[in-house]
């Protein structure tokens, strides 16, 4: 009986090989942009270690990607001999080093198949478990192309004009393109758009490739609508190849307003089409991981696919190797975001392990920024960090406030962990609360009911994101979350948040505070107003007072705005949220609540995917049904608390809704 | 006018690179071989920055390796277009990725060639002045080849057996075999030998590799005097392409002792052999660099080549990258190695950019061991890693003697170079003298008149190995030295060293003793017993008692001793520092002894490179004649001293030698 094999690496190879090539792949202008920010490889060399006993006169193939040999009690082997294993106890160890890509074996065997039981070590005295994937089943898999899927899509129009032909594949895809027919003496150049005026602007457009010589191409992988294809005649066709990944909705929305049903129509088509070998910004520009725009992706894929393995993928790409020398992304914020996204990956998915491999890198960062604080003790920008925050107007001289609140809830998470994968991590409990009295007595105003940008310039300058930060991660009472509203949210002297990532997190804060109508507010205007203009996918940013190609341009060029960017789908993360209101109250949804809530809709129903279980909601005005496949939810309703039953539903006849 | 330029690139990522490269090619009974400790690629994206200002209009064209952009003054540009510099002050970045090998550039210009006053990150926060090669010159150059040389060689002898033909290239090559002739039809299996009988022997020859389907091949470079090729026919023909560095003989020494030039030939041919990417051990097997063969290599190479880039190459692919998480090789001592090797560089080059360089590696190499010592505060053998110093029987309970004298004098260097790079290392100073207190009184026993291996066990154990190092390292005052010979190197009791590689060591100590005698008798019986069976460079290992092919095995393998070991080129550096007698008193001969001594000669002439000028000496029983290319040296004959004033010989009419 042969035991069950898949591939398997050093854990964390196959993430930072698929990282690395991902972030290979940004064009601008015909020019290869490589990433601004520290990109690693996978380790060279590898040993793969395994002792075990069978009863059993049995066998092993080993085979490797990369060269080596294979030990078996101390005689060497050749890789994809047969090897016999007599009965008995046997230690086998297996080196492989591969230049071009990352070492990983597959053992063939009815006495020790190659899973998850093996140890790896990069040759530095500690074996740690393997990765590996039990989708990489078989000897002729290659773990180093990524498990993409293809379908083959065809223009909905094609258009002859007098320099050449433009094809419109009626929607947003990440495609390589086939063309055919060509002119063999024809120089082509192929001009990609999210829009039909960016694939017919050849000096301005963000992504072209001029090709010559053959019948037909097959070019790599990139994000458009419509093709422009320069040179070529009316004989030309083109294909495209829709690659994506198979990933499975688990998480649905569905409501009375059907506007609102279009908003998440195109949030799931966005924010599917980002969903890579990690999370992505955009899909035309940048097509980078950052870790923010990462973080709020987490976010929106717990209430859509709650695939676990994206997320890990993302984080373990972001963090790379050991040593820590920079923020993530270059990004003060963008480093305790990756902590901070640790714990809310646990409490969606429950997964201790995944926090056991991080606590090291995580402890990493928080020691570099200890490094970089100032007298007072708070995070501030050192040489060659950059203090993000947001594209906004702030006070930042010295230290930012709304960086300390990502700090100390850094060190909130760092306690938590560190009690959970059985360190000490008392130490930054301590720290956590010195730092938020330290918060409180340096930038708390109670004559402006607020926290101020920074101290140090003596302005009291009062934006919001600070204030976000305050109430979003439940670092201030619900009263002063309320003076806090009033002075700073309901106030129209403190400048609005402009873009749509920091968007993210005020809409998320208006859930909080349950100010659904706000929510509603953004929904109509912002998404409202791309749909309306006939979006299919969900832009970068939107600005309803823009007209025509105007809203193509940003960061100073004329389609530099990505046209389905990821974060633009946060309206799932806030209807999973908010509305169904659904989320876990202890790690992997043991406990969760069910808080469900119409704001202005006359209707609703969804579902949730629980940690391995669905919560379905229906609520209308006259009923709310809540089931659940697991135990453990509570629905809280009219401050009524019901529990939910495994497969029993909870309905509830309304009355007395208007 | 073009200003000079050349290729450059992250520091240490050529050296990486070219280190990965070289430990992918072990080989072993037709199995690939990957290292047993880590290896490092270099980086992966690499940003270039420099700031100048012309003034007068000029142009730069930037050539990558790897994809990349150019950004003059917050324009973007391609590699290779022409880019117009206006007069003015400028700033030049430049982004590049490279996946297959490393990030570089090359930027013809005549405002701002590529050179070492570029600055370049590895995109942590911090630039620090680039690597480069002044060699590679022009836009073409593929910094990813090493520059070898090659040289073809035919066979002297070629001979036919009913099995194949023989081929014997007359002596040891490291080289690319070109067979012409072969019929296409036929599977050929070629082994190689370093001896007629390896070649022979399909079964037990650690070379060897079939091909079939060609008229001719080109097998890749490896080392061999012999190549059978089973399954040939007469017709078949074969030529190698020797593989070689470059590298200028400055150092030399001939005597009177015919047998003595002959090892010094074997010795030259040996060294050379073996000096490639980095110092090798042996050419046939394992062609890896290890920290201890590489610390002796590098004294060779001081009186040989006084090649100072070949050392610094060897350390950085050695250190490889942060973070330190194994002792180098996965040997303790050979950690330290590292550390003393690089004042030992600095003593012979006077290169303290380099140590600038390498300071904070070794300081990391430090606060490692420091993470690893005994409650007496001893290195010790922790989990992964292996107590060395020699394969010898010793007492390796607990904390073992030898390697507190390298870890002693590990903290010297470190005090030493902090000083010198501008880091305050007095903790270096004072452990030093802590640890050598501690040394004395836990392993000196005055009634054994020797160090003892370890105190664990109670054993009291004596070996040649830490007193050997007591005194090459001056740990012990000339009275004590004394006493150590007359107890233990003098004393048959104690077992000999039986390693070639220790006996580098003990050669060492027998010529600060003045004990030429003993040079001579290892001289005469281990290096002369080889010579004498026709070895044209030195082995392994040598054990005259030993006959025929019993002389080839080791390891457990028949042929698994290597005919051309670095080590074995020792008597370069016993003629250079103890018969010719100079070395540096202060660093890059700034200051310098020339203490020449005829030993058991008649007469000796030679010269040493003393970091840019030659010294040159010529020593009979009538007369001295010393003559050196820079001022600093002092004479030192007869109790007597000289100054030596550049190209000023001294010459001593001598009477009364016998």
Redesign the interface.
Known sequence: MTGRSYWIWHYGDYELFHN??L??RRE??????????????P???IKFKKSFRTDFDGYMTVYLN????INLDGH?Y??EARINVPSGEHTVEV???N??GFPSIFVESDVCPSDKTWLSS?????FCPVGGDEAFDSADCRVEKFPFEYEERSPITTEEFCDGVLFDFGEELLARLLIDNADKNAELCVIYGESREEAFDRDEAIILESVSGRASYCLKARAFRYVCVIGANSDISALAEHEYLPLEQRGSFECSNELYNKIVDASVRTFHLNCREAFLDGIKRDRWVWSGDAYQSARINEYLFADDAIVRRTAVGLIGR??F??HLN?IVDYSFYFIIGLWEYYMAYGDRDFLERMYPRALEVIRFSEGRVNADGFITE????WVFVDWADMDRNGAVCAEQFLFAESYRVMADVAALVGQNGEEFRYKYDALRERIDRFYWREHLGAYIDSYESGKESVTRHANIFAVMYGFVSPDRAQIINENVFENDAVPKITTPYFKGYELDVYGKLGRLDKIERELDTYWGGMITLGAGTVWEEFDPSMNGIEHYAMYGGKFMKSLCHAWGAGPIYLFGRYYLGVYPTSPGYESFNVEPCLGGLDSMSGTVYAAGAFVKISFDKKHLAVSAERDGGTLIFRGERYPIKKNSPVILELKGMS
Chains 1, 2 share one sequence.
Not at 66 to 69: D, N, Q, S, Y
Not at 122 to 126: Q, T
């Open positions: 690395m090539k972030h290979m601008e202008y015909g020019m290869n942009v490589p990433a601004f920010f520290k990109i690693d490889r380790h060279l060399n990369g060269i080596g040999r060497f050749a890789p080196s492989v080093a230049e071009s990069h040759i530095s005295g500690h050991a040593p020398e920079a270059g050192c040489e060659g960090d």
